[in-house]
């Protein structure tokens, strides 16, 4: 079964930053953050070097919307996983599911996305605060706020992340489908103490 890349490619995708996305993702699982150059971007997307700086002032900011890119379509995914006709359990389940199985499509850029990102500094770190905003939002309206408060959500966001992480360190990366149960089992425990306060 194939699962969803993090960065969608194919005949859709055919504007000069959108070829500029692909080329650094392109260049970032072969070499990695530090090792790629604009030149090896530009080399991957085919366009000139003043075409990528048309689009970006440097390879930090490249790197930036590449995650935000990586980020909108696995939400993307996750967002599609939702089915009302289940309950929230069941939806919650099989969007993490489908959430993890994305992101372990391409262990390589999974990898210098989910480290590389935080070495940005600040711009880094906003561009990362954001998707855990809109994940922990997007739990909030699947699982409801009388199951788990905005902040609840977004620390579970955080765990989640950190087991991801954790993987990814470990070189298991492709493994992180198999985080499906705990991470919904996180989310459970977390809904069923805010339902008795």
């Keep these: 079964m194939r699962h969803p890349a993090i960065l969608e490619s194919g005949p859709a995708v055919e504007s000069h930053r959108s070829r500029l996305l692909q080329g650094m993702a392109a260049a970032l699982a072969r070499k990695g953050y530090a090792e790629t150059t604009i030149a090896d971007i530009v080399r991957e997307a085919s ?3 003043r075409t990528f700086y048309e689009h970006f002032e440097g390879k930090p900011q490249c790197l930036i919307a ?3 890119a990586a980020s909108r379509n696995a939400l993307k995914v996750l ?3 939702i ?3 289940h309950g929230w359990e ?3 389940e099989r969007a993490i599911g489908a959430y993890l199985a994305c992101m372990a499509a391409e262990p390589a850029l999974l990898r210098t996305l989910f480290i590389e990102i ?3 500094g600040p711009e880094g770190f906003a561009a990362r605060r954001a998707v855990n905003l809109e994940i922990a939002d997007y739990m909030v309206a699947v699982v409801g706020r009388d199951r788990v408060t905005p902040e609840l959500a977004m620390a579970v966001v955080g765990g989640i992340h950190e087991l991801m992480l954790q993987a990814i360190e470990d070189g298991k990366a492709d493994e ?3 985080l499906t149960r705990t991470a919904a ?3 459970k425990a977390v809904s069923r103490e805010a339902a008795r306060r």
């Design 47 to 49: 366009v000139s070097r």
């Design 66 to 68: 590449l995650y935000e």
């Design 79 to 81: 967002r599609d996983a």
């Design 83 to 85: 089915d009302p006709a």
């Design 90 to 92: 069941e939806q919650l």
């Design 118 to 120: 935080l070495h940005l």
């Design 176 to 178: 992180l489908p198999q």
């Design 185 to 187: 089992a996180l989310v």
